[in-house]
């Protein structure tokens, strides 16, 4: 992994407390190289929190405090295609799918400040809401319900 991707993914052993890590499944740490191609395959620089959860947990699945009450995370490998298969860029430009709420929501990024949200899947932008101001507080909340 070059110098610009390393990352830091002991940020987030909080998840590991016994009290959090029994709410929700947790992947083994993604490849420096499946970040490495997630991160070439996207003409955006992802927030340094997501890339080190990816690290951490390549993907996860758990309850979450605020609607829409569940996080299923898409694997570094999957999220370029789930985008695509959602056509994210054609119905919700200026935003990333990272994930969904395995019940008909589509969790996302806004590229334009990272903030994390949600919309169902109609796409239509007005039906987007804010579940977190930025990924490391969506991870805080992750296992919690």
């Known amino acids: 992994m070059s110098n610009n991707l390393k990352t830091n993914a002991n940020k987030f052993q909080f998840l590991l407390a016994p009290d959090i890590c029994d709410q929700w499944d947790r992947a083994?740490?993604?490849t420096p190289?499946?970040?490495?191609?997630?991160?070439?395959?996207?003409?955006?620089?992802?927030?340094?929190?997501?890339l080190d959860f990816l690290q951490f947990s390549n993907g996860a699945d758990g309850p979450l405090p605020v609607?829409?009450?569940w996080c299923s995370l898409f694997k570094a490998e999957e999220l370029v295609v789930c985008n695509q298969d959602y056509e994210i860029a054609k119905y919700l430009p200026g935003y990333l799918a990272i994930g969904s709420s395995g019940g008909g929501e589509v969790i996302l990024f806004d590229t334009r400040t990272w903030r994390v949200c949600t919309v169902p899947v109609?796409?239509?932008?007005?039906?987007?809401?804010?579940?977190?101001p930025n990924f490391m507080q969506l991870a805080e909340m992750l296992g919690r319900s």
């Not at 109609?122 to 977190?132: D, P, Q, S």
């Open 122 to 132: 109609l796409f239509a932008e007005e039906h987007i809401w804010e579940i977190a």
């Open 28 to 30: 083994p740490g993604a």
């Open 67 to 69: 609607q829409p009450l």
């Open 33 to 50: 190289e499946a970040i490495s191609t997630l991160v070439a395959s996207l003409s955006l620089k992802l927030p340094i929190d997501y």
